[in-house]
């Protein structure tokens, strides 16, 4: 029927009545009605003359496409809990798994309870069956599961290389590199979105630049999206931004830096030459995109202290090396050196009083969530390093970290870049760090309304729909007819992150109502129990 029809009829099953809506697009804002039809948005109408079998109340309020937060590590949270409600309360509509090159699928059976462990500090270990090996059956998994939100995955680099090449610093071989690019591809083909690669995490690190381009070429066939935290955030980060063009400019992919930033005050200067890379790159058609938590700090897992050496053999070698006082002399030796470093180290640019613990799943040493590793080391009567290294040996490597080391003038420089959308990266457990909880309020209260940095609208935009266009996710981001009816309501004059550093499980405020597939998982402020949300897979999206 058309439009002037169903209008006379009234017969939509929800009106979004008198809000001023942001469609994404960064155009300014309008009052509308929003017309919605069942799991879709069916009309945007500036007269206010809809109504429908339920109308809710917006005046006054800002309405918008759900935010996508194309950085999550909710890979198995999700699984133990699908509302996710420190997600979901902020207005995330949809997130994207599978991220650093190290998740979850695809797994040998036998590799399972090593990648447990090595997981523990980034995604937690929630007591779950891995009922899965590849990553269709993963994604099948999620959808059995359900939840609050939509989800989509990216096939991690690291799973791979661990599946044909284990644990081993080295090359690959010529057949062991076929063989790990059939497996992105059938990850690909079972619908993942792209490629993620972690190049400082095992075994990610180990890979070459050949090897990147190779597995690119896949992806950019596919027309996926390769999403990369870099081999370097800190000394080398001009050599790890010009690897990253190069990868682009040989295979064709699309390349999309993570968490994109600049660790180490003695590096903070570097921005300027980074930017003009990457600009320079876009000209020459090479297509580069970036997202971004607004944080100063950062959280990982622990054992990212280490030197990469250290990892070399997967984390029972790594935990007999920190068993053996030779070694870990030498990796001290290491981790205490000033001068510029080819590694990203963390203990330079934050040292024992800016690394926090975040996390410590098995639950034997919570007394020691939350402190500094100097703080922590005195609890325990030891020296930083000695205590650092004992508790990554005694916990199998399962712990998690926030450490301190970036600027508010460089992050608030590459949030301006128009290619750059928001993500939280955030880890879920312990006293995590408060982007968890905090990052979509935290732009719309201290970046739009307190300092001006970007307009409403232009927020909006990265959150939504350009984070849509760089994952291909045609429907998503943008308020029109026809796109799925994801959508958060929110007063953007009070809107407010509470999550802090030393307070982090806080919901954010003034988040109204947020709804997935025209479904409320938020309303007036509380979660439903609703659990609308879709597994995302490629084969769909890119028809």
């Known amino acids: 029927m058309d439009e002037l029809t169903r209008q006379s009829r009234q017969d939509f099953s929800l009106v979004l009545k008198g809000g001023t809506v942001i469609d994404g697009s960064g155009r300014p804002r309008m009052e509308a009605d929003i017309g919605i039809d069942g799991d879709t948005i069916y009309t945007v109408d500036p007269k206010g003359h809809l109504r429908g079998e339920e109308t809710l109340d917006c005046r006054g309020l800002i309405v918008a496409p759900g935010f996508i937060d194309t950085h999550s590590h909710s890979d198995l949270m999700v699984l133990s809990d699908p509302s996710l409600p420190m997600k979901v309360r902020q207005g995330i509509t949809l997130e994207v798994f599978g991220q650093d090159g190290i998740s979850v699928a695809p797994v040998r059976s036998a590799d399972k309870p090593q990648l447990r462990r090595q997981l523990a500090g980034l995604l937690g270990d929630p007591p779950l069956e891995w009922n899965w090996n590849s990553v269709g059956e993963y994604l099948s998994h999620l959808e059995r599961t359900g939840a609050a939100f939509d989800r989509g995955y990216l096939v991690p680099h690291g799973a791979v290389r661990q599946w044909v090449v284990g644990s081993e610093n080295r090359p690959a071989k010529n057949w062991e590199l076929r063989q790990m690019v059939d497996l992105v591809d059938q990850g690909m083909a079972e619908g993942a979105l792209g490629l993620s690669t972690g190049l400082i995490y095992p075994p990610c690190c180990y890979a070459e630049t050949d090897e990147l381009v190779a597995l690119c070429r896949v992806v950019a066939a596919r027309q996926g999206v390769f999403v990369v935290h870099m081999r370097s955030e800190s000394d080398v980060i001009v050599e790890a931004v010009a690897e990253m063009i190069d990868v682009g400019r040989l295979s064709g992919v699309h390349v999309h830096i993570s968490h994109f930033k600049i660790a180490g005050q003695q590096n903070w200067a570097e921005i300027g030459k980074v930017l003009n890379m990457i600009h320079e790159a876009q000209t020459q058609n090479i297509h580069i995109t970036a997202d971004q938590y607004p944080y100063i700090a950062g959280s990982t897992m ?242």
């Open 302 to 543: 622990l054992g990212a202290i280490l030197p990469p050496w250290a990892h070399d053999g997967g984390v029972d070698a790594t935990r007999a090396r920190l068993s053996d006082p030779a070694i870990r002399a030498q990796m001290r030796q290491e981790m205490a050196r000033t001068e510029k470093c080819s590694w990203d180290n963390f203990w330079k640019w934050s040292g024992p009083e800016g690394i926090r613990i975040a996390d410590i799943p098995s639950g034997r040493q919570n007394d020691l969530i939350g402190n500094s590793l100097a703080e922590a080391a005195a609890l325990r009567d030891q020296d930083p390093f000695e205590f650092a290294f004992d508790l990554l040996r005694t916990e199998n490597m399962g712990v998690a970290m926030v450490s301190f080391s970036q600027s508010e003038t460089v992050v608030e420089r590459i949030m301006r870049e128009p290619y750059v959308n928001v993500c939280t990266d955030g880890l879920l457990g312990g006293k995590p760090h408060p982007r968890a909880f905090g990052t979509y309020p935290r732009i719309l209260a201290r970046y739009v309304r307190e300092r001006s940095i970007l307009t409403l609208e232009e927020a909006i935009r990265k959150m939504t729909s350009q984070a849509a266009q760089t994952f291909r996710l045609p429907g998503y981001g943008a308020i029109q007819p026809a796109c799925h009816a994801n959508l958060v309501v929110f007063d953007a004059a009070n809107v407010q992150d509470e999550a802090t550093f030393e307070n982090p499980v806080q919901y954010p405020s003034h988040i109204t109502h947020v709804l997935v597939h025209g479904d409320f998982v938020v309303r007036e402020g509380l979660m439903t129990g609703e659990l609308p949300g879709r597994v995302i897979r490629s084969a769909e999206v890119s028809t």
